[in-house]
């Protein structure tokens, strides 16, 4: 099978899924399943790729372990905090302003453009699949390893960081500038930027820098637009200390807070 009808073939698998969740989603009124789905679908590619490409490489076998650990722990993590809370916010609006219209949009602007998005971000993790190159595990491996484990650890200790803050009641309507989110209004962001860089190294280690286009775009839409921009819009509204907070704190990238 050619490399593109393996990508193909894992887009298909990805937006095949996506359409059965968007019918669930249909008769549970919530479209907000579709972002439990983010992580475990880019396991889903990297396995199709993995086993139609039957490249069962050292470094393809790591850059498909590396992309199924993040996404199942982003997976779980969502399916555990979204329990018992009801349809994201942002869907709301969406449904309350077409009522009528939102199931065929949120087929196509929700879940159907969350597969097409999968497939792109993921393009280094399936190049490394299908042609994990000839040369052995080396020192750009090596690196990406360790940008993977470093966002990785990012990620997993900022959403651990802002549960327990939310656990507190005491913390009701507070702003968390704690821990990671001293250093970063978007710890969990990061760590996903951090976490595609990484595994984008492998695809460069396999002779293909030409699938850095995937993490490049994870990372404009991390910083640029459905990211960072669309969750402090409703931040600066919700929370009243939140402007004081993104003063002394950067958005994106660590550092430490500003003096206040």
């Known amino acids: 099978m050619e490399p593109l009808g393996i990508s193909l073939a894992a887009l298909g698998a990805a937006l095949t899924t996506l359409f059965c969740l968007w019918l669930v989603s249909l008769r549970l009124r919530d479209a907000s399943i579709v972002d439990i789905f983010w992580g475990p679908g880019f396991v889903l590619i990297g396995w199709v790729t993995l086993c139609l490409g039957g490249a069962y490489e050292p470094r393809a076998w790591i850059a498909v372990g590396c992309t199924t650990v993040w996404g199942l722990r982003l997976g779980a993590y969502l399916l555990w905090r979204n329990a018992g809370h009801g349809e994201d916010k942002r869907y709301g609006a969406m449904r309350a302003r077409d009522p009528r219209g939102f199931p065929s949009r949120s087929l196509v602007t929700v879940f159907g453009l969350q597969g097409v998005l999968m497939w ?95 993490p490049a775009v994870m990372s404009f839409f991390l910083m640029r637009v459905s990211g960072v921009p669309m969750l402090e819009r409703g931040l600066r509204h919700s929370r009243p200390g939140y402007a004081d907070y993104a003063k002394r704190t950067s958005a994106f990238f660590p550092r430490p807070p500003r003096s206040r």
Do not use: C
């Open 120 to 214: 792109v971000v993921s393009v280094p993790v399936q190049a490394v699949s299908i042609r994990p190159g000839a040369d052995p595990l080396g020192g750009v491996d090596a690196l990406g390893l360790l940008l993977f484990g470093t966002g990785l650890a990012f990620e997993a200790l900022g959403d651990i960081q802002l549960a327990r803050f939310k656990g507190d009641a005491v913390n009701a309507g507070r702003v968390m500038d704690r821990g990671l989110w001293a250093w970063t209004r978007h710890p969990n962001y990061f760590g996903d930027f951090t976490v595609w860089w990484g595994i984008g190294l492998f695809s460069v280690a396999a002779g293909h820098p030409w699938a850095l286009i995937g």
